[in-house]
């Protein structure tokens, strides 16, 4: 496989892969990052892929969302970074507090990174996304007793994780 025919092939999925990607990292470089790997492996397997692939979407979904995995797994994604926009740190002055908070923070992240995608995904869409529930269903097909449901044993699991870690109380 030439380049050009490599670019026509998969360029296009682009989006499609770095939406995969955000969904599972929740951080916008190290999604393009792992698109990037994604596209590097696939350069240096094109001559071994099948031309006749019926489905290449999926086959470079699939890669990411490996790729995406490993990443988290070697990482256990330390979380040094803030959760995301929708998550903002509270401004004190007082350092000592700050440290405390920052901490606390990096715990709730890193709880959160180790949910199963399906709780991660409808926990990120409710509370930072700020979806409703019809637009999650949507989203993920899931019935909107399901997804309350879901949200409600998440939340209390993370509740009780952060609390038995850091022996503090979150509400």
Known sequence: MDAQEFKARFLPLHPALYRAAYALMQ????????????????????????IRTANTAAYCISLVRHLCFDQLQTKRYTAEEPLAEGFNRPADCDT?????????????????????????????????????????TRATGLTEVNIRSILSRTRKKIREQFNQLTGGDIQ
């Open 96 to 136: 000592l507090h700050r440290l405390e908070e920052r901490d606390r923070w990096v715990h709730l992240k890193r709880l959160i990174g180790r949910l199963p995608d399906t709780p991660r995904r409808i926990l990120w869409l409710r509370d930072v996304e700020e979806c409703s529930m019809q637009e999650i």
């Open 27 to 50: 951080n916008a470089e190290d999604a393009e990052d792992i698109v990037q790997e994604a596209y590097l492996k696939l350069w240096n397997k094109r001559d071994g892929l099948d």
